[in-house]
């Protein structure tokens, strides 16, 4: 068995009710978690089928890190066609599924086919089965977690499974894990739906090994006490994790709010739904995933419900977005997104929009089913979210998702819209911090900031500390233009290095410069794995990735610099209030900043496609091969206007 | 004498688990760990820990803990021997 991989996977089809194991060396090229998923859905997904047909493929990995002592090593990946894009569908959770899914015995599972009934997959050292789930389906998540530990009589069992919003095929459902982990963009819960796996269930009891067991430990060790315990980030995400650190007691920063009309709330609004709301009312106690000293989570109880996993981007999709100020609603509307299973950030993000279109008289009660949509009504928004899963009323367009919606309702709608690639957006301060908003449009699967967005932007990096970590000039006004492109460039590779080692991307460069550094994730994967690759090779692997994913949303969705568009409401209303009052997204300086980003990336900057040379730079000539032959040849240099392979690294 | 754990502390990451094995048996496998985490369904945790627990002379557990939940039983014995 390779240090730090079980060095097997599994295929299942579930059409045939059949799986088998595969013996699997480690990849050099793309290592594990998102990157063997990307590398291996490239090659299965066939064109011209969308990401609910049975020959689409969905895969789980967990990367070389995980299972081990290394700190936040805990992450799941979770790649497939995305329902909502067409492109890259690629989703991350933590929790305590993808450790026990190695120690289960396995690197990767692949899910192809569909079964002619539902059911629920269990793998164990010992066996892999099809379970029937007839009895399950129509079950929430947590309940369904609950019966599986119960049917085999193991509590310590962990699962991945979909609510009845993945069974009942809402574009944008989710995975759920450990009750409140989400492995949320890109609607994979309803690709579990229509193949009719409503769970992966998985019990370890293999181990996973170290090539320098001693050497990993000291190092362990010594980053512990060294990096991690003097950390700021890590102090502050003890105490409430990103929802402590979001909203910074008095400190009136940028929010997405009403629909992301603005992104100023007064602070007698926080007030009544921050951090020490929820502590003081329904803490129960603060929670980690497996394997992290930072425990930035929390477990709350509010009334008949616990429910745990509400971080920032809850709070904003449940809160700022909705305008809404009662905590209790906030909770109930966090915990039945996670019980239904569906993704809170698009979910927040129909809804908001269709408050919005009620309020301009775009929609009326007859097509909202009799609710009157409004800010700050919690109990509405309750029976909103309960139609979207249902498909009843409004519910039945809004499932489609935001873009689809818009297309559907017309009558101007689409002016309130935000998406990108046609992706719902609900984030905040994308108007002030300009490489937070390109990371957020050019991200691989459509839109999000868990790409290249660098949430250090707002810290103000001095220039000698950006030169020292990036090789970039000047980063620090986060409402300049200059040299966001590249820095977009450096979080997308680095990411994908994050990603494909399972770490979590937390407590790493994204938030903190000292955290999780590219030399030290190399050391780390040395000493797990014995592999000698230095932190230029996993940052090469990070671009390789990252393009290869490029190339994925060429082939299947069509993707280029045509489509990296400024959301039209971003660049329509400014910021009216606060520190960033007057920010808003301006077309000069957007193209500015794409054009730095394709020529860092070493793309056409006209396209938006990479360039041969660069393909080739990175070792995906056979990628490059099938584009071709689908008749999408990549530019050349040459032709591009660019002088060979510029990019960095 | 084995470990003590402090529940009430307890965050769930189970590195004690982790440690535990790796400190018994060199490997990664909280399956083989003399000390396991539980999750309940009303939000809290129990910890079990097993009669194999007793042998270490600083319990790796009780080090990679992040909220000093764990005491070891010759932390114990000493306190109460002061």
Known sequence: MP?????????????AGRWRIEAQDPDPNFFGGRGLNQRRLFELQPEGKDGLDPQSPILLSAGPLVGTLVPGACRLAVDFRNLVTGGVGSANLGGHFAAEMK????????????????????????????RDAAGLWGVDTWETENRIKRLENDPRIKTLSIGPAGENGVRFACLIGDRGRAAGYGGCGAVFGAKRLKAIAVRGGLPVTAAHPEALLDEVVRFNREVIEKSDFVKVHRG??????????GENRPHAVGNMSGEFWDNASIGKVDRAVFDRRYLVRRHACFACPVYCSSVYRVGDLVCEGLQANSWRAFASNLGITDPEMVMRLHALANRYGLDGDHASAVMAWAVECFQHGIIDREETGGLELRWNDGPTMLRLLEQIVAG??????????LDAAAAEVGRGSRRLAVTAHGNALMEAAMRSHKAWALGIVTSSKGGGHLRGAPAVEARRISPELSRACFGIDDIQDPTAYENKGKLVAWYENYKGVVDMMGLCYLPSMWMELGLFTPDQIARFHHLVTGADGDAATLMHAGARLQTLEHLFNILHAGFGRKDARVPEKLARIPVDRGPFAGQRLDAEGWEQMLDDYYIARGYDPASGWPTRERMKALGLEEAGRRLAAAGLPMPSAEAAGMMGDVACP | MPVTVDTTRCVGCRLCELACSFSRHGQFNPSLAAIAVCFQDDGTLAVAISEDCAACRRPLCADFCPVGAITSGKDQASAARS
Request: charged residues 10%; hydrophobic residues 45%.
């Open chain 1, 392 to 401: 009843t009323g409004l519910g039945a367009v809004l499932a489609k998702g």
């Open chain 1, 3 to 15: 240090h730090g991989h079980t060095g097997k996977m599994l295929w299942v089809d579930l059409t």
């Open chain 1, 103 to 130: 120690f289960a015995g396995f690197d990767q599972i692949v899910i192809q086919g569909r079964s002619p009934r539902p059911v629920y997959l269990l793998v164990t050292p010992e066996t892999v089965v099809l």
């Open chain 1, 240 to 249: 409430g994790g990103t929802l402590a650190a979001y909203l910074l007691p």
